[in-house]
């Protein structure tokens, strides 16, 4: 069993959230989905937006693009800050940025609202955002909500639909 350290009810292994207080268990704190500022950022903890991001001029953003493995689908994200990867659900007033419904999506477990892509600098983050079956960036099974950056050749898995990032 796990502790939530801010209110001690007891949760099983793989719980995200307490179910009492709402706390994050992974963190011991509350979620955050932006970057904490840096008055609040721990000395010991690096700012992980800044991961890769060269300490001079920044250089023009890279043009990302995310090729669906199975079909050889390719699909740019042109001067784009942020989008979403998941799967159409009109129904629900659901319209991800990148849908990967005609990739066999709901057959693939991708959710709605499955990850995002964000661009900080001139470097591309990959989120999980608390999918039923998660994220996977090679191979690596990626802890929802906290940013990982993002490398030309990177094989993402979205449920079980896999996808190959290119940076050019």
């Known amino acids: 069993m796990i ?3 801010s209110c001690g009810r007891q949760h099983r292994p793989g719980t995200l959230f307490c179910s009492e207080c709402g ?10 989905t932006e970057p904490l500022p840096e008055s609040e950022m721990p000395a010991s903890r690096a700012d992980p937006w800044a991961a890769g ?3 001079t001029a920044e250089a023009p953003p890279a043009t990302l ?17 942020e989008c979403v990867i998941g799967r159409l659900d009109a129904t629900r007033g659901v319209f991800p940025d990148v849908d990967l419904s005609p ?36 191979g690596q099974r990626l802890t929802p909500y906290l ?9 993402l898995q ?9 940076l050019h």
């Not at 693939?108 to 990850?115: E, F, K, L, Q, Y």
């Open 3 to 5: 502790e939530c350290p």
């Open 23 to 32: 706390v994050y268990l992974l963190t011991g704190g509350p979620l955050r």
């Open 53 to 55: 991001a060269p300490a």
């Open 65 to 81: 693009t995310i090729t669906v493995v199975a079909n050889g689908r390719q699909i740019p994200l042109i001067n784009t800050k």
């Open 103 to 138: 990739d066999g999506g709901l057959e693939g477990g991708v959710s709605r609202r499955h990850a995002r892509i964000q661009q900080q600098r001139t470097q591309y983050f990959i989120e999980d955002l608390g999918s039923a079956n998660g994220t996977f960036l090679n």
């Open 147 to 155: 940013p990982h950056p993002l490398h030309d050749g990177d094989e």
């Open 158 to 166: 979205i449920g079980r639909i896999r996808l190959q990032i290119g």
